[in-house]
């Protein structure tokens, strides 16, 4: 461990700021972990991106389809990976059983990860939720000493309130939220507990409004960050940079010119198929994509095609960003 679990709080303002983004986990076409993809991948998006941080195993990587050794196995992975190179790493330890949380936590605070994200939990049978989903929390605190995220997305069938966020807050290693709610919540929650809580959310859309307006230097986190960029075309990182300058101007425009990459991603992504067509647009860009694993299902010929197409007219990668 990098710090002690009363430190958690600082040591996360001082490091994790800037872009992380959320790791599409590449399989090989047996469906067995494709660890030199992963490690390839990683190595582009920090070296050629520069991306800052690393969200490993969450629902983008498919956790549910992955047993708790091969989860294990690409934390390991992923901070031999990233050592050395500057970048931080948050792993997903989000299951429904407190024991499964608990050990991948560990096991994450073990093998020198930066952070842990843990999604608030799905609830039965319960319509007073708060105090459960305290206890949750502060359970999950007491036993690491690793800092802690916070995850409320709709998916659990409900959101954590802005007052019961910062309430969990008060826990000495509980130090950010990846809040997946309207933008009226999430800045609620930054203006109530901004001082000790680093608040974010995945949509890259509003990320530079959220930098402008809200005050934010941490995108945590989807995967835009390596599907809108090349080596040669780095705007996001470039548009974040300037908006961190205070140019806002620049940093507008070079925002709105991916709007064409955004459009492409969007309009050719069928709705039950996200990782599966966010891994065909990463074979696309030459990083490792590959299958993606039962239930989830993979595009079609007509999809790939309508997906390349779209990728080919989208002008990623012919646009020079305002550092050239």
Same mark, same amino acid.
């Given at each position: 461990m990098k710090y002690h679990r009363d430190d958690a709080k600082a040591h996360a303002r001082a490091n994790m700021k800037g872009i992380w983004a959320a790791a599409l986990q590449p399989f090989k076409p047996d469906l067995s972990i494709d660890e030199a993809g992963m490690r390839s991948n990683i190595r582009h998006w920090v070296e050629d991106l520069g991306i800052d941080g690393l969200f490993i195993a969450g629902k983008q990587g498919e956790y549910f389809s992955m047993t708790i050794e091969e989860r294990k196995r690409v934390f390991e992975i992923a901070?031999?990976?990233?050592?050395? @190179?500057?970048?931080?790493?948050?792993?997903?330890?989000?299951?429904?059983?407190?024991? @499964? /949380?608990?050990?991948?936590?560990?096991?994450?605070?073990?093998?020198?990860?930066?952070?842990? /994200?843990?999604?608030?939990?799905?609830?039965?049978?319960? @319509?007073?939720?708060?105090?459960?989903?305290?206890?949750?929390?502060?359970?999950?605190?007491?036993?690491?000493?690793?800092?802690?995220?916070?995850?409320?997305?709709?998916?659990?069938?409900?959101?954590?309130?802005?007052?019961?966020?910062?309430?969990?807050?008060?826990?000495?290693?509980?130090?950010?939220?990846?809040?997946?709610?309207?933008?009226?919540?999430?800045?609620?929650? @930054?203006?109530?507990?901004?001082?000790?809580?680093? /608040?974010?959310?995945?949509?890259?859309?509003?990320?530079?409004?959220?930098?402008?307006?809200?005050?934010?230097?941490?995108?945590?986190?989807?995967?835009?960050?390596y599907l809108l960029q090349t080596a040669s075309d780095r705007r996001m990182r470039e548009y974040t940079d300037l908006a961190f300058a205070g140019r806002t101007e620049e940093a507008r425009r070079l925002r709105d010119s991916l709007d064409p990459v955004r459009r492409a991603l969007k309009d050719t992504r069928p709705g039950a198929k996200p990782q599966a067509h966010q891994k065909y647009w990463q074979d696309l860009l030459g990083q490792a994509g590959g299958p993606v694993r039962p239930p989830m299902l993979n595009l079609t010929e007509a999809e790939k095609t309508a997906a390349r197409q779209a990728f080919e007219s989208c002008g990623l990668g012919s646009v020079r960003g305002a550092a050239d």
């Open positions: 901070v031999d990976a990233a050592r050395g @190179t500057g970048a931080g790493t948050i792993m997903s330890c989000s299951d429904q059983n407190m024991d @499964t /949380v608990i050990a991948l936590a560990r096991h994450a605070q073990a093998v020198g990860a930066d952070y842990v /994200v843990v999604h608030a939990p799905i609830l039965h049978f319960v @319509t007073d939720r708060d105090e459960i989903v305290y206890e949750y929390y502060r359970t999950i605190s007491e036993a690491v000493e690793i800092g802690i995220a916070m995850w409320s997305h709709p998916d659990s069938g409900y959101l954590m309130s802005p007052e019961l966020c910062a309430r969990i807050a008060e826990l000495p290693n509980v130090v950010a939220i990846k809040y997946s709610v309207p933008r009226e919540m999430y800045a609620g929650l @930054t203006r109530l507990a901004g001082d000790r809580l680093l /608040v974010s959310t995945a949509s890259e859309d509003e990320w530079l409004d959220n930098v402008l307006e809200l005050g934010w230097r941490l995108y945590l986190c989807s995967s835009p960050p």
